[in-house]
């Protein structure tokens, strides 16, 4: 079993920026992809951007150039940097892993709004 714990969300003015963390603990050898979903209300839960163990990485075409994945010194840490945060942002954003099945945390909410 894995278990996921995000921190770092919050409510933000548009154009800010966030940085959410996701600690994974419990089974967590062989965990070869981390990543972020989230969720807006009515809507389908989408990934956000995902990082593998060599280093690669995808985004989701509405976040490229605004935000960045990446590893944290310890390989069961990863951080999702938000920055020129727009109100369509807003979302429920979860930490995800894929060991064998999938795993995702409780979830951490970020609201972007005047």
């Known amino acids: 079993q894995v278990q996921l714990v995000e921190s770092g969300g919050g409510l933000v003015q548009p154009g800010g920026s966030l940085r959410l963390s996701c600690a994974a603990s419990g089974s967590i050898s062989s965990i070869n992809t981390m990543g972020w979903y989230r969720q807006a209300p009515g809507k389908q839960r989408e990934l956000v951007a995902r990082i593998i163990t060599g280093g690669s990485t995808n985004y989701a075409e509405t976040v490229k150039g605004r935000f960045t994945i990446s590893w944290g010194n310890a390989k069961n840490t990863v951080y999702l940097q938000m920055n020129s945060l727009k109100p369509e942002d807003t979302a429920v954003y979860y930490c995800?892993?894929?060991?064998?099945?999938?795993?995702y945390g409780q979830g951490t909410q970020v609201t972007v709004s005047s």
């Open positions: 995800h892993a894929l060991k064998m099945s999938n795993y």
